[in-house]
């Protein structure tokens, strides 16, 4: 035994035992508004920045020195603490590219399944996308928009033949596995003379888009249903499926279900989870990440539900490909990416 690897790996395994606590740290400093009063305003002391937040001093002062051993914020000396612009932005601003405040909030609510996803190791059984905390449905929403909201309009529907002119000018959308209905009130805001349609097989998401639609000055152009890849209605010359293909039981099925629904030159866009085709390639900071979110939510959801195919977040474009081909689509290809999406435009 080589001991200098072996403590190289003790450290390594200390470090992700901080990195596991201070998922929860970083939520706590979201959830508490920490992060954002700390933005811009300089050194501050933990009185100071309980004072502004309204909280208790001495568990501002714990939270402060776990973060600066985390480096998210930086010790000055004297008691005071900082948080670098360039710390800030992505942990308050949901609108920036590099906004990644939502990882940690759907990373803490898939690890309250652990113990339920290791007895389905041992069952093979699935954990319904539903039935997790509810951190992971608010959590993966805010992960996944601010690139939808940055990349959607202005690259990704450009990058897709003929579908943005279409948009402009009217056409109907279905949004499919909506959720909260994020990525639908985007299309709609975007493309005000098309209709969109969001449908999703959770009802409490449906209730919750449909509010989020009405706030937003949007039900007269925006529908949400419940129902899932395999059974919604209607004919569409865009079908979307975000970040959700690969969740379901049965992608093959939906694809095909799409393809039905689909009118005279329609158009399936997929996006997924940014994956290379070989395991070695995904070896990466990304690719732990999702191979996490995938043990935990992504292939117990599959397992959940009838066939189960259990892609997994990360199955990569090759095996995308044959799905979707699979499933009587001619052509698929890949029309943009970003470190956390790949971009696939399906034609019959």
Known sequence: ????????????????????????????????????SMAGAGPLTAAELAARTGTAERYVREWLSAQAARGYVSYEGNGQFSLPDEHAVPLTDESSPACVIGAFEIALGSVYATDTIA????SGGGFAWGAQDPHVLGGCERFFRPGYLNNLATAWIPALDGV????????RVADVGCGHGASTLLLAQS??????????????????????????????????EVASATT?????????????????????????????????????????????????????????AYYGFSTLLCTPSSLSQDVGAALGAQAGEAR??????????????????????????ARA
Do not use: W
Request: aromatic share 8%; with cysteine.
């Open 232 to 288: 919604f209605g209607g004919t569409y010359d865009l079908v979307c499926f975000f970040d959700c293909l690969h969740d379901m039981g049965d992608p093959a099925g939906a694809c095909a279900h799409v393809l039905e629904h689909l009118a005279p030159g329609g158009t399936l866009m997929l996006i997924e989870p940014f994956a290379a085709d070989d395991v070695a390639d995904n070896l990466t900071p990304v690719g732990a």
């Open 1 to 36: 035994m080589d001991d200098t690897k072996l403590m190289e790996f003790v450290g390594k395994a200390v470090e992700d035992v901080g990195a596991l606590l201070g998922g929860a740290m970083v939520v706590i400093g979201d959830k508490l508004g920490l992060y954002r």
């Open 191 to 224: 493309y005000p003379a098309s209709t969109v349609v969001g449908f999703d097989a959770d009802a409490g998401s449906i209730d919750a888009a449909r509010k989020r639609a009405a706030d937003a000055g949007l039900a007269d152009r925006v529908q949400f």
């Open 164 to 171: 943005e002119e279409k948009l402009i000018a009217g056409a």
């Open 320 to 345: 995308l490909r044959d799905v979707v081909t699979g499933a009587g689509f001619t052509t698929l290809r890949r029309v943009a990416e970003t470190p956390f999406n790949i971009v696939l435009e």
């Open 119 to 122: 007895a389905r190791f041992r």
